[in-house]
């Protein structure tokens, strides 16, 4: 398994960046488009997905990545509920309301499967390393006769 050293190598941010593109699509047909609200709604959504990923991924520790990433899943339900008022008024087609919905679903079960490899993982994040590594200069340190102040 390949290391995911930036939020733009996970599988389910790249899923939910197309996601993000057909909403956006789907939202310049005249209808939806003047349909200020739910167009509003939908595209915040759907950029949710997206942003609440690569938020928790750079934060740097495992809590707020599988927090930040469950938050992404919920926005991409969103996207599929506001899909349906889109549907209901007569916005967007059967099908394209399919492949979006699809869509949705598919970025929910790739980010819940991250969610699942995290939780699995040993590792606490970024933030724990720097810590553990100042710990560690710190009793070098110490051991060799410099006093650190404390805060």
Excluded: C
């Amino acid at each position: 398994m390949a290391t995911i050293k930036r939020f733009e190598d996970l599988i389910s941010w790249k899923k939910a960046r197309e996601l993000v593109r057909t909403i956006y699509s789907l939202t310049k047909n005249k209808a939806f488009s003047k349909d200020f609200s739910l167009k509003d709604q939908i595209q915040r959504s759907a950029v949710s997905t997206m942003a609440n990923q690569a938020e928790g991924f750079t934060r740097g520790t495992k809590i707020e990545l599988i927090n930040y990433s469950f938050i992404a899943k919920a926005s991409a339900g969103e996207t599929q509920r506001h899909l349906y008022v889109a549907l209901d008024q007569g916005y967007i087609t059967e099908n394209e309301f399919k492949k979006a919905y699809k869509l949705a679903e598919e970025v929910q079960k790739l980010i819940q499967s991250f969610i699942d490899k995290v939780k699995k993982g040993s590792l606490s994040g970024i933030q724990h390393k720097v810590v553990v590594k100042k710990n560690k200069i710190e009793e070098f340190l110490e051991k060799h006769g410099f006093k650190i102040p404390k805060d």
